[in-house]
């Protein structure tokens, strides 16, 4: 089955305490992203990549890092959270220009509580 | 800066009203523009537009895109109770097309 796959689904962490979440595709895609849902503000876009080792800052990217080094994987790390990071997470991946940007799928969310 | 703005931000319906989402946008080279439900869960593919003038259906669900007054609009005919959600749209555009930019979203509730 064609997913996005995004652990840990739920996280509470204290600030300080550096974390990785994990976002993996089968699709082949070479675009992956991540982004931050807060109520009122509606999708933020933290970091895209268009291809292994190829990464670009998004709209919010912050106290966030990302690595892409294998095509299927695009980690977002927080290397010192604060309580301000306190979001829900969205991992999505799309084809690339080869295929002319198709829509972007993704993954079931990580919702993480910095206190 | 890139901007996507939707209109209503919420609407409250009857099953079987018509209704019509908007979406303006200022976004940098301009790729194509997507719309996507959410139902407190991962945010779900409706359609994706790329021409001006071009009407994409899919059952109740159609929509169409503006590219000279750079807006698009989503409309759901005979709604249904399954349609209350979140509908989000966004705008792919940016050096490389790299860049996707959504809008706050408009919350559809219908009542039976």
């Known amino acids: 089955e064609a997913q996005v796959t995004q652990n840990p689904r739920y996280l509470i962490t204290v600030t300080g305490k550096k974390l990785t979440v994990t976002c993996s595709q089968n699709?082949?895609?070479?675009?992956m992203s991540w982004y931050r849902q807060d109520p009122g503000l509606g999708l933020r876009q933290i970091y895209y990549s268009m291809n292994v080792e190829v990464t670009d800052k998004g709209d919010v990217p912050e106290g966030y890092k990302v690595s892409r080094k294998e095509k299927r994987n695009f980690p977002l790390i927080l290397e010192s959270p604060s309580p301000n990071q306190t979001s829900l997470y969205f991992c999505?991946?799309?084809?690339?220009?080869?295929?002319?940007?198709?829509?972007?799928?993704f993954g079931q969310g990580t919702r993480l509580t910095v206190v | 800066e890139d901007k996507v703005v939707q209109s209503p931000l919420s609407l409250v319906v009857h099953e079987g009203d018509t209704v019509t989402l908007n979406c303006s946008y200022e976004?940098?080279?301009?790729?194509?523009l997507l719309w996507y439900k959410q139902e407190k869960k991962a945010p779900t593919f409706l359609f994706m537009l790329?021409?001006?003038?071009i009407e994409k259906k899919s059952g109740r669900l159609s929509s169409i895109l503006d590219k000279k007054e750079l807006f698009s609009i989503l409309n759901i005919t005979a709604t249904q109770t399954g349609d209350s959600a979140v509908y989000l749209c966004a705008v792919r555009g940016g050096t490389s097309y790299g860049k996707l930019t959504f809008g706050q979203g408009t919350i559809l509730t219908v009542h039976p």
């Open positions: 790329t021409s001006s003038g």
């Open positions: 976004v940098t080279n301009f790729r194509s």
């Open positions: 699709m082949n895609h070479e675009y």
């Open positions: 999505a991946s799309s084809y690339g220009q080869g295929a002319g940007y198709t829509e972007a799928f």
